[in-house]
């Protein structure tokens, strides 16, 4: 959602936080339009990702077979980073909400719980 000037807000009428400057509010805006860029952009490696190995699957040949291998390790380091992205968010966005001010995504992911990955 955009105001007046072109600047996106979110629906409660204020800016990233709704309670931090106009500045800090562009930032966080910013910061979060990376963000769900950086995700969208693994979400589309990952619908690519389960095409071929499907494609392999489905072909039975033990080239294919063995390759879905390296590309499922690769898609579940792809989903980790998603869970980590909208973690980063949601800390971010549940921070500024605390605070009155908006941190970058980047930030929240400092002090953010890290769940364990899976030996591999």
Do not use: H, W
Not at 7 to 27: F, K, Q
Not at 95 to 103: D, F, I, K, Q, R
């Amino acid at each position: 959602m955009e105001n007046s000037s072109g600047r996106e807000v979110l629906p409660n009428g204020g800016g990233a936080g709704g309670m931090g400057n106009g500045a800090a509010n562009g930032r966080a805006v910013q910061a979060l339009q990376r963000s769900f860029a950086e995700v969208q952009v693994i979400l589309e490696k990952n619908r690519i990702l389960i095409q071929e190995i499907t494609q392999n699957q489905e072909s039975l040949e033990a080239g294919g077979l063995s390759r879905n291998v390296a590309l499922i390790r690769e898609l579940n380091s792809n989903i980790a980073r998603v869970v980590d992205l909208y973690n980063a968010l949601s800390c971010s966005f549940s921070s500024s909400l605390t605070n009155g001010s908006a941190p970058a995504a980047s930030d929240a992911s400092k002090g953010a719980y890290k769940r364990p990955r899976p030996a591999q």
